[in-house]
């Protein structure tokens, strides 16, 4: 017998439109602010190794949307277990554990640089530390409907570590 909808699948869908968002900003900002804040950083942070700014320097705009667009392919199929196990879904809930935390690093990069870097506008309201308004429904609307299932340590941080 299969369970119940116990969450909107507006709201497992939206994931995926919460992922889009953050990464749109991503995509319009990512290769030139990195580009552009190279030399800023390095004066800030000389004892790092040269081979790091070397690579800095050689960004690739091809691979980063390349990165992108896997990632749009894992988060959709995420988008879709979730609405399809009306967020049962370990895959989906753990990879609702795993999308505040990924903004952190967005968030400390910003404050390296002292200013806007790629995903770090969208990161709080989107994310967030505990997930933003994603993480504050897990939250709220999960857990009194019994939807909340078990999520380990590691598996939310190999989704974290992906995104």
């Known amino acids: 017998m299969p369970r119940p909808r116990t969450v909107s699948p507006a709201f497992t869908l939206g994931l ?29 942070f000389p004892q790092l190794p040269e081979y790091i700014w070397e690579f800095m320097a050689a960004f690739d705009d091809r691979e980063f949307r390349a990165a992108l667009a896997v990632m749009a392919l894992i988060v959709g199929a995420v988008a879709v277990s979730g609405y399809r196990s009306g967020g049962h879904s370990a895959f ?17 990069q910003a404050a390296a640089v002292r200013g806007c870097t790629p995903g770090s506008a969208t990161s709080a309201g989107v ?3 505990r997930g933003g308004a994603y993480g504050a429904a897990r939250r709220g609307r999960f857990a009194p409907v019994g939807v909340m299932v078990p999520v380990d340590g590691p598996a939310a941080a190999t989704v974290c570590s992906r995104t």
């Open 127 to 129: 994310g967030g530390r």
């Open 16 to 44: 995926f439109a919460a992922w889009a968002l953050h990464d749109a900003e991503e995509v319009a900002s990512g290769p030139s602010c990195i580009r552009e804040n190279v030399p800023v950083l390095r004066e800030r």
């Open 92 to 108: 989906f809930q753990s990879t609702l554990d795993g999308f505040g935390p990924h903004g952190l690093p967005h968030l400390a």
